[in-house]
């Protein structure tokens, strides 16, 4: 079984410019996790999708960043325009209940912004 | 708020010698307890896991016990192994929740 994949794995952009993450989880897996860390900090949750909903996006640093789950299955996550401190990885993770004990992790997208 | 706490990194170790990485935590609910491992160039891997005190959650010969009386979960593994090293995150997560709340992570080197 594949395990999540997330695309690009390593991004350098320049600021303002944008950036589309993605992010494909497990098959059958209804919720998808977005995380981030910055400049070697704590992973910190970003949203949570249960389908193509959003359950909770408390995490979401401001509006310049948009998640998408379009049709239930990957989802993307936009940062327009970028800035120097979106720096960091972002990391996907699925699950197949909500409040299921584990969430499969994908490598990771390493962002970096110039 | 939840928190966790793990002792900062860079830890080298020579092969063969004792691991412990200190991790403790506080939760407004009752937790579980994770050991998370991000090997290079991979992504993150459960390591193990303990879902209530004094349970132990052992994988790979790294082991961790879920003491609530002091609120810790220190990472402990006898015998290290150069194949070992990597980032280690400590994380808990609210039983019934869906966020897990990480530590910083602790880098280990294991040097030949």
Not at chain 1, 30 to 59: A, C, P, T
Not at chain 1, 62 to 74: D, I, K, P, V
Not at chain 2, 90 to 95: D, E, G, Q, T, Y
């Amino acid at each position: 079984e594949a395990g999540v994949t997330q695309f690009p794995s390593h991004s350098v952009i320049e600021k303002g410019q944008t950036v589309t993450l993605r992010c494909d989880p497990i098959s059958g897996h209804d919720n998808l996790y977005w995380y981030r860390r910055v400049m070697g900090k704590e992973i910190k949750f970003l949203l949570h999708f249960v389908k193509e909903s959003k359950q909770d996006e408390s995490g979401m640093p401001n509006n310049r960043f948009l998640a998408e789950r379009t049709g239930g299955t990957y989802s993307t996550l936009k940062v327009q325009p970028a800035e120097l401190e979106d720096s960091g990885v972002y990391f996907c993770a699925s699950s197949y209940r909500t409040g299921d004990n584990e969430q499969f992790f994908g490598p990771g997208t390493r962002l970096t912004v110039l | 708020g939840d928190s966790v706490t793990q002792m900062e990194g860079p830890v080298t170790l020579s092969e063969e010698a004792f691991l412990t990485i200190n991790c403790t935590y506080t939760a407004t609910g009752y937790p579980s307890l994770f050991w998370y491992v991000q090997y290079p160039g991979e992504g993150l891997q459960l390591l193990l896991k303990a879902t209530k005190a004094d349970d132990k959650g052992s994988n790979k010969g790294f082991e961790a016990t879920y003491r609530k009386e002091t609120t810790s979960f220190h990472l402990e593994k006898g015998s290290v192994q150069v194949s070992d090293s990597a980032v280690y995150f400590c994380a808990l997560k609210i039983i019934g929740t869906y966020k897990y709340i990480f530590g910083t992570g602790t880098r280990l080197k294991v040097l030949a």
